[in-house]
């Protein structure tokens, strides 16, 4: 599995730094079957005709590789294109829930391709959203101690002001911006003066 950052994938597949605005597309090599996907969550691409074209670029890609660095491997693969099935996202806002979900569904089926499929309702989406925040929160390694469990920092993000309302979960004792919660003064006040849950126990 090669991972490459948004940007280099881009001028790889497409050139020029004009036609960047496809560079935010998932793409997908798959070594076991010399594929290549470029993977569109909002369908607004031809997904076989670009993936081929997506293959013939990092086939191109491998072959300048060598001649500058000597670097041989993957240089005689043949790379084809090929189509991923995955369900479409039905609104504008959703994209980066849909490209985990597919990424998620690629490693765990890995080295098979998936066939990825999960409900795209604005509904399921929100909660999708959620749940993932939350496991990031969850897996994340900080001192919760003393930064907010919520942006991991000392003061809120952006925020000009050295007063910063802190709260305390009754249960887990992790500490949280008010601003990081969205909390309003009454709701800070209701949270500062009696029992008070935070958002990964009262799940
Ligand atoms: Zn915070
Ligand atoms: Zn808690």
Known sequence: MYLLNHYTAGVI??????????????????ANTSTVFLVDPAQSIKQLDDSEHAAKRIQEYFRVRRTRHSITDWVDVKWKGGVMGHPLQTDGCSCGVVVVKMAKAVMESFPLIPNVNFECSK??????RRELALEILEASVFDEHTYCAMCAALRPPGSGS???????CDDCERWYHAQCLAMDSRDFKKAETGYWNCPLCNT
């Open 13 to 30: 597949l497409f050139g020029d730094r004009t036609q960047l605005t496809s560079h935010r597309l998932p793409k997908y090599i798959h």
């Open 123 to 128: 509904k399921y989406m929100k909660r999708e």
């Open 162 to 168: 050295p007063i910063t309302d802190w709260v305390q």
